[in-house]
């Protein structure tokens, strides 16, 4: 499957770049990156498919649900840093253009 | 428990409930989190849009050709189970659109309204074989026979993709009974029927073929999924 590089889904990405190597909960995700849970969750959905991201359920204390993890995988952190190294290049560009 | 926050919870359950079996981890997970946010108003903002979980219409994922297997197996069952309850019992649903039918041709007959009968027979025409081609009795292999089984699964769902006639039919067939009941209405709004009466017949009808048409978009989709899920496996297999 082609994952579309939307704004959101680059958001995404380099928020879990960024946070590696640790797990991030989704909850934490959407504060971080301003996505309300109708759009982070289908990225964190697309994300699985396209494996770019590992999942786990982590055991909470307190009688509290446990929680859903996120991590980028390998793979994941390739093509992360594939887009910063564009975006950087867009940047770079659009300086020298004067924009 | 805040009356907000009982909602926020009531809903998040509800998407787990009804989300399709590949994005239930998923409206779990949306769920879970409910427990971690504190604002009350955040928390229904945050269930609300799990909502959205609901379109992502995954089948449950196959890790291996036993479950493939299992999953024929559930699916040959429930086939049989509908071979089972009798022709009538299977068919007995089929009674409607034929009635309609009738009905049309009787209009057309009559040379009422001739136009919007028309087009809600053929509309009927094109349907009413699809839902047979649904409900027929299959020829099932003997749940021990494994290979046969997985090809009657493959086949059956590629019967029902997006390359399939019945498929087009029946996609055509609704809009053209949407189109048949708008030049019946206008008809009716000509003849000087009062507005009540017209929203009373056609909003109901309106709201059933929109959630028959979407109920048939939401099972092709995971069908495609699915056959999309054993090509790979098979794929994989044939590769190792």
Known sequence: ?99 | MSLVRTAANRIASLVVRYASAGSKEWAQAIESELSCIENDWKALAWSLGGFRVLYAIQPKPLGSIDELYGEAQKYANRRLHAVNNGWLGTNIYLFAPVVCCLIAILRIAMGQDIPGSVVQLTGWLLLTPTLYLGSREPDVPDSDDQANLMKFYVDELSAKSRNSLPFWMFIAGVLLLICGWELEVSRGWGAGLPLPLMLLMCIPLFFLMLLLLGSFVATHVNNRRRFAQIERLLGDRSTD
């Open chain 1, 1 to 99: 499957m082609k994952l579309r590089r939307t704004p959101q889904t680059v958001q995404v990405l380099l928020e879990l770049l960024e946070a590696l190597p640790e797990w991030r909960h989704g909850y934490d995700l959407s504060r971080s990156s301003g996505l309300k849970s109708g759009t982070l969750y289908p990225i964190l959905i697309r994300l699985t498919k396209n494996r770019l991201l590992d999942t786990r359920w982590e055991l909470s204390e307190n009688g509290k649900p446990p929680r859903h993890m996120y991590r980028l995988t390998q793979s994941g952190k390739r093509f992360a840093l594939e887009i910063v190294s564009e975006k950087r290049e867009i940047m770079t560009e659009e300086h020298a253009l004067g924009v």
